[in-house]
């Protein structure tokens, strides 16, 4: 037991799946994810922990360890599935 490996548990969310969204002005509405368009614009966000991600290799960054998952918040659709 010498490694010094992350627990955490990377999933992607699926095309249907719906999750709460919440507005930075504070409401909240239901976002459901649709199919991956192939576009590169747009954010890697955590559901679990409602982080939004710039930097497509850090997605645990905001939390080292636990279960995460991550949608892909496409610049023209919203959230889709990676
Ligand atoms: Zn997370
Ligand atoms: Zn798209």
Redesign the pocket.
Known sequence: MTEDTEE?T?EPVVEGETFPWTFSTGGTTTAEVGPSCGESFGRWY????E?ISNNNLM??S??RD?????AWLCEYHGPEAP
């Open positions: 955490a990377v955590c559901v679990t922990h982080q997605h645990t905001h939390c636990g279960y995460h998952r991550i």
